[in-house]
């Protein structure tokens, strides 16, 4: 055994740098040295029990480790056959199990406990025998992986407790079955590990799990200076999502309308993708996709996208529709048309008092990072100030918008003082010249003064700290 859990961690170490080789961004792994007999023997006088010869060994050799990952934003998870080359959707029941997906493994001495009951069920194992589960690890959800001792003294199966449901899930028949088919998983953790287990745990040959064993390949082993044609190019970038430049710059010698036109037809084969694809098509196609952006702002546009009983629609969320809607005309048309769409449609939906909500504007405006829309929303803001505070913040203020704002309504200047509260914290503050934050500190400093509420005060006296911090005034 003592061989095994060497290989583990070589293993282990190969995963994190594998992964991080293939551009996975917030690759986490970390572990320490073993405990020592000492401890393993006062871990076990507290339990009053003799530890599994696994979990002994283990910790032993380790005393924690910690693998964490996330998949790049906007990836998409697809069948791909490395035979073809051939790039095909995966089915809604596979897309199902792997919603939401994170890599998380590990264990760690420390947590190592006996798991008791949270009091939903009384007639559960844990609130029966007090004694029967063991933990040595805890999810990103705060639900404990542990040992039922009940199924075996010497190698007992692993489990992991479901809070929500008060509901106990088979994950592997032992712990070294347990630890085999997480690596070979690269971590995968799955939410809902009902769909993809039997009798014996995790079920490595059920369709979700070999598609994502398929994928994870052709993510390490694909590489973007390998992408020597449009549609290599655009297989990467769903796997690999467009927060790197570097994929961005490479869809530079293709034409705008040919990017569309490709990522297009992918939106044709599974519409249920139309969000994450939008994203693609904003940041890689631009001005190639503005007639067919026109054409969402079309007459029935919403119902045709939306509703379950149009062929292949896919059931788009209404509001998922409309606010990705604003993100394609904020990328891919010019700035006063796109705006007017937005704007218009935003005062048609307005309260009755031609009022807007704060978040739902910020929600389509926020992407067109223009001083315009600061002018449009002066006359429109109103309580509460979050979400147009952070439309202010991301709009690119001019100095006399900052300078107008402040001298307002004490509505306005609640807003500009948080949003100038999120420009400092999200790297956003613009270029202004020293006078300019002069001006601004004079003005800061004068609400100050007649504002009533505390934690009015209290905001308006952090911005003035942190500008001062940044030798700003």
Known sequence: MTAYFEQTLDRLGDIAERLRQSGMPDVEYKWTEGISTVEITALEERLQMTLPASLSELIQRCGSLYLLWSLPQHCIVTNASRRTGEHSFASDYELNILDDITGEFGWNHEYISYFTSYGENADSPAAMDEHRYLIFNYNGAGDPVLLDLATSTTEPAVFCYDHEQDRFTLLADNLLAYIDTILTLHGLWVWDWTTVIDEHGIQLKSPPLQMWVRWLDTFCNV??????????????????????????QAFQPYDPKDTFLAWEQRIQHNPAQFATLAVFIGETAGDGAADWVRSLWQPGAVQAWTSSSVPNSGSIAVGTFVSTRAYLTARCLPEHEGLAYVCNNLLRHSAGNGKLEGYAANGQLQHFHSPQVIDWMRDKVNHPVDGWATLFAHSR?????????????????????????????????????TDA????????????????????????????????????C
């Open 223 to 248: 590489k973007l200076e390998d992408a020597h044609s449009l549609e290599a190019l655009i297989r990467y970038t769903t796997m690999h999502g467009v927060d790197n430049p570097a994929i961005l």
């Open 437 to 472: 934050w002069a001006n601004i500190s004079a003005l800061l400093h004068a609400s100050l003064q007649l504002v009533m509420l505390k934690k009015d005060k209290r905001r308006i006296e952090a911005v003035l700290e942190q500008l001062s911090d940044l030798e700003l």
């Open 397 to 433: 203020p001019t100095t006399k918008q900052l300078l107008e704002w402040l001298s307002d309504s004490e509505l306005h200047q609640k807003i500009t003082t948080e949003a100038l509260d999120i420009m400092i914290h999200r790297n956003l503050l613009p270029t202004l010249e």
